[in-house]
Each structure stands twice: as C-alpha cells, then as structure tokens.
C-alpha cells in the first residue's frame, strides 16, 4: 500500500515537472517573438522612420495632360520634407486615381529621398451637354469633355484645342457630373461615331461638329461644311461606309450634301446644298425635294 503511495506522488511531480518545463519552453519562445517585435520596431524608427537620411527632399511629377503640380500634390497629400517611409504609396496612388482626369498613375520611391509620380491623363475627344444648343463650351457649366471611354471631367485649365471638339448635345437621359461614366445608349453611340469617323478618308472628309442625341432613336450630325446625316444606333460601320459612297458622288459631281437619312436601308433620301449662282438666281423656285439615292 505503502508503495503505491510512492509511486503515485512520484506520477504527479514527474506531470508538474514535465508541465512546467513545457510552459517555460513557450513562455521563452513568446517572449523572444516579443523581444524580437520590440526591436524590430525599435531599430526601424531609429534607422529608418526617424533618421533624416530618409527625408523627402525630391518630388517628381510627370504628366502629360493639364493637372498642375500642386493640384496633384494635394490631392496625394504628399510634402516635401517628411520621412519617405511615412508615405503610403497605395493611399497616395489610390487617391490620384480617383481624379476624373487621370487614366493612370504610378507612384515610386526611390532611396534615400525621392518619390516620382507619373500620371497619363484622359483625353478628351468631345463635349457632352444636356443642352440642345451652347455657343461657348468654356463659358457654360453644363458642358463637361469626354474621353473614348465615357467618363466625364471639368478641367481646371482648358486647352485651345478643346475648343475645337465635337459637342454632343441634348443628353437629358441622365444627369452629369464630373467623374461619372456615361452609360446612355446614344451618347455611347454617339462616342463610337466619333471613334469609326476618324479613318483616313472620313476623318478629312467628314468632320463631326455636333451631334444632337435628343431625339433619343437616331444621331443628328452635322459636320465642318453643315451637312446634316442621320444616323442609326446599330451598324455605325456600314452607316459609314453608305456615306463614304455619297461623299465620293458628291466630291465627283463637285455638290455639297445638305442632308442625308441613313435610318432608311435603301433609297436613301439625300440633298444638295445649292451652288451660291443657285442661291442668287433662285428666288421664287420652292425648296428642293429630296433625292432618293441607292447605296
């Protein structure tokens, strides 16, 4: 009995011996990590988040649009003479980003001072308004410029040739605001009309000036010589390619298109601007009728 006694209490003090030596192992092992954090971060800010070796002293900024180097500035809340490894390049890159006018952004640090950012900016290829008529884009607050993409900006420094873009108006479907992408379906086709007209023989022959979009079915454009075409919003290519045909008739027959309906599949109604001898002796003949005319 005597024994099993011994033997019982040597059990238990062989567990707490076993247990403890266990629990120091862990508790050495937490403590190290510990230590090791402490340092860690210990050494970081005197090595590098307090030493001035690493102050911005540089900012580069390279962009090939109209944004200004303080306005970008601000908007990353970037600083001249704070520690560089302060800077968090994702919220600054982040920020940049969220910008209407900027495409794309690149933000990096270079040892020991200096963070370069590098930003491709939208390009404008129109006006859009909800108006159906605006003489001075610049001047009106309802006009914003659009890129290929749709998305719409209000630039702080307008550019000459901004000026001389095309005006998409009457876009009453929704409403616009700065960094908003357009999503009505005329307005898109609208866009897509003005990336297809840009091919070598259309682009110096058929010049866009407005498009009106407010009839909401079809695109009412009118180009550089006031000729007004009517298109659908489906098949813009082959649209196109009609019009090139009638541009060729009329380059060879030296008239100029008045209108052209192109919604109509086959004998289009086309007309033809008078010649000024025409307009001088025409002074009691009715106004022309349309032409039909087979693509």
């Given amino acids: ?14 567990r707490n011996r076993k247990f403890l030596i266990t629990f120091s192992k862990v508790a050495l092992v937490f403590a190290l990590i510990f230590g090791i ?25 390279q962009t090939d649009g109209t944004l200004q180097r303080d306005q970008i500035l601000s908007v990353a809340s970037l600083h001249e003479g704070e520690n ?14 969220e910008l209407p006018q900027v495409d794309e952004v690149e933000v990096v640090r270079k040892l020991p001072g200096e963070i370069d950012i590098r930003i491709v900016e939208r390009k404008p290829i129109a006006w859009v308004t909800s108006e159906k008529q605006i003489a001075d884009p610049f001047a009106s607050d309802a006009a ?9 900006m209000k630039e702080k420094k307008l550019l000459p040739e901004y000026l001389g873009l095309p005006l998409v108006l009457g876009c009453g479907s929704e409403s616009l605001e700065a960094g908003k992408t357009i999503e009505s379906a005329e307005v898109k086709a609208a866009l897509e009309l003005l990336r297809l007209s840009t091919r070598s023989f259309m682009q110096t022959r058929f010049q866009v000036r407005e498009i009106d979009v407010s ?11 006031h000729s007004k075409v009517t298109f659908g919003f489906d098949n813009l290519d082959l649209q196109l390619q009609r019009l090139e045909q009638f541009l060729i008739y009329s380059d060879d027959a030296h008239r ?31 106004a022309e009728s349309p032409r039909v005319m087979k693509a």
């Fill in 1 to 14: 009995m005597l024994d099993v006694k011994v033997r019982s209490r040597t059990a238990v003090q062989h």
């Fill in 37 to 61: 954090y402490v340092g860690g971060r210990l050494a970081a800010k005197r090595f590098f988040l307090d030493n001035a070796d690493y102050k911005l002293t540089n900012i580069e900024v």
């Fill in 84 to 97: 560089i490894f302060r800077v968090n390049l994702a919220r600054v890159h982040d920020r940049l980003q």
């Fill in 144 to 152: 914003f410029l659009v890129d290929a993409r749709g998305v719409l």
């Fill in 215 to 225: 009839k909401g079915y079809c695109l009412v454009v009118t180009d550089k010589n």
């Fill in 256 to 286: 100029e298109i008045a209108t052209v309906n192109l919604l109509v599949q086959r004998n289009i109604p086309v007309t033809f601007a008078k010649s000024p001898a025409e307009v001088i002796n025409d002074t009691v003949q009715p």
